[in-house]
Nanobody
Framework: VQLQASGGGLVQTGGCLSL?????????????MGWFRQAPGKEREWLGT????????GAADSMKGRLTISRDAAKNTFHLQMNNLKPEDTAVYYC???????????????????WGQGTQLTVSS
């Protein structure tokens, strides 16, 4: 599975942004697709997942109410929309794919074995 993330950039505080992840090699209808981020000096943080069935697992506490994950199965692409961005949202954002059968660790990096290259989001104050 290959993943290609896009859509990062520079956004002002309070702004919004959409990230996309194009997937090739397998259909996302059979994969759990997650979004993570990693800020400098910090561990990679799970943000949310859209499961193979199309259902969402909810969002990380840091993003609740500010994040929407969706997918376009026909285009084998999934998306992350964020609003009310804050400087602490500055990070490299990663998309990831994991096997549909893995549920217990779906909010951790262990559940994902394919990763995109990451895209930088910088939120200016």
């Amino acid at each position: 599975v290959q993943l290609q993330a896009s859509g990062g950039g520079l956004v002002q505080t309070g702004g919004c942004l959409s990230l996309s992840c194009a997937v090739s090699g397998r259909t996302i209808r059979n994969l759990n697709m997650g979004w993570f981020r990693q800020a400098p000096g910090k561990e990679r943080e799970w943000l949310g997942t859209i499961r193979w069935s199309g259902s969402n697992t909810g969002a990380a506490d840091s993003m609740k109410g500010r994040l929407t994950i969706s997918r376009d199965a026909a285009k084998n692409t999934f998306h992350l929309q964020m609003n009310n961005l804050k400087p602490e949202d500055t990070a490299v954002y990663y998309c990831a794919a994991g096997e549909r059968s893995i549920l217990s660790t779906i909010r951790t990096i262990r559940a994902y074995d394919s990763w995109g290259q990451g895209t930088q989001l910088t939120v200016s104050s």
